[in-house]
Each structure stands twice: as structure tokens, then as C-alpha cells.
């Protein structure tokens, strides 16, 4: 029973580690697409209207996206916590700046209502799991804090999700750009959520059988 139970973790991680690198580099191609808003002003006119908050809000998302992936880094964690530490420190301080700057870019995004509650949402829940993840660790309740992180993270990772929807429909499936993009304001983020509760829902079910195995 005990060796069957060792055996858990060892099948989490060997599957944990594809998706890790998958994160990370989606997340690498994003920043440096993120990039070129620092290098010219966009030829987009609304964006360029509001270049100043939508850069806010692309620093934003830049470093989290930077940052995000080595949070889930069990080899870091073990091996350098107070390095873990500092950088969910710095993450967090990214989504803070990304999801303000980014509830700003909703209010004005194209479209009207539609996406400015698909994006305005998306910023407000990612700010809210942020904090959470910050006031769980501050009363030490690590369970709880990874389960944010990971709530957090999907919704981080809506800046992946976007850029893969977008081309997706406008290219290959030939959708107009109006229903496109209201879709997408919804799309890039809703999905990534329900990922991420099936993750900590599998993560709650696999410790509960490793307990019961013991």
C-alpha cells in the first residue's frame, strides 16, 4: 500500500512537467510579442489612443507571464524557497499593475458591453484570485494558496489563450472581427478557469486517495 502511494506524486509530476514547459515557452512567445508595444506606438488607432494604460497593463502581463511558470517549479521551491518567495512577491505585484491597467483597457475596449464585461471581468478576477493567493500564504495555509496561484495563473495564461483564439477565428474559421473578438473577451479566460478547477479538484481527489492507500 505504502509503495502504491509513493507512487502518486511520481505519475503527477512525470505528467506535470510537459505542461510546465508548455506554460513556460507560450508564455516566453507572448512577452516577446508584448514587446513591440514598447518599441513603436501601435497602428491600431484605438490602442495608440490609449497607449499609456495598455502599456501599463502589457508590463503587467509581461512579468507575470515571466514570473508565473517558475511558481509551479517544485525543483525550485525545494531547492531555493526564499528565492520562490521573492519572485511570487514580484509576480503578484505584476497582476496587481496588469489587472488594474487592464480593468481600464475593458472599460474601453471595442465592441461595447459585451467586452467590456468579457475583459472587465477577466481583470477583476485576476486581481481577486492574486490576492487571495497572497492572504492564504500570509496565515500559512499553503492548500489553499497553491489552489489561488493556480486559479490566478489561468487566468494570466488568458494572454496565451487570446493570441491562439484570435488567428483561429478570424483566419481559418473566417469570422468577422466584431463576434470574434466579443467571443474571444470571453473565450481567452472562461475555459482556462474550468482547467483550473479540474486541476484542483484531481490534485484534492489524488491526495485524498494517497491518504487512504496509507
Not at 502511494?5 to 513556460?24: C, D, F, I, Y
Not at 526564499?82 to 487592464?102: C, K
Not at 479566460?189 to 494517497?210: D, F, K, T, Y
Request: proline residues 5%; aromatic residues 14%; hydrophobic residues 55%.
Amino acid at each position: 500500500m505504502a509503495q502504491l502511494a509513493a507512487t502518486l506524486p511520481q505519475r503527477r509530476s512525470r505528467l506535470a512537467t510537459p505542461l510546465w514547459w508548455v506554460m513556460l515557452l507560450s508564455s516566453l512567445a507572448v512577452v516577446l510579442y508584448g514587446v513591440t508595444y514598447f518599441i513603436a506606438v501601435p497602428h491600431d488607432a484605438h490602442f495608440a489612443r490609449y497607449i499609456f494604460p495598455l502599456r501599463l497593463h502589457i508590463a503587467g502581463g509581461m512579468g507575470a507571464l515571466l514570473f508565473g511558470p517558475w511558481q509551479f517549479s517544485e525543483k525550485l521551491r525545494a531547492r531555493a524557497l526564499n528565492l520562490h518567495r521573492w519572485m511570487g512577491r514580484f509576480y503578484l505585484l505584476e497582476v496587481a499593475l496588469g489587472s488594474s491597467a487592464g480593468f481600464a483597457m475593458a472599460i474601453v475596449s471595442e465592441e461595447g458591453l459585451p467586452t467590456h464585461l468579457g475583459f472587465g471581468t477577466l481583470a477583476v478576477l485576476w486581481f481577486f484570485t492574486g490576492l487571495q493567493a497572497y492572504l492564504k500564504i500570509r496565515k500559512g495555509n499553503l492548500d489553499a494558496h497553491r489552489q489561488w496561484m493556480i486559479r490566478n495563473f489561468a487566468l494570466t495564461l488568458a494572454a496565451v489563450t487570446l493570441r491562439n483564439w484570435m488567428p483561429l477565428m478570424l483566419f481559418a474559421l473566417h469570422w468577422p472581427f466584431r463576434p470574434t473578438y466579443i467571443t474571444v473577451s470571453w473565450l481567452c479566460w472562461v475555459p482556462n478557469l474550468l482547467v483550473a478547477e479540474w486541476l484542483i479538484r484531481r490534485r484534492i481527489s489524488n491526495n485524498i486517495n494517497a491518504t487512504v492507500i496509507r
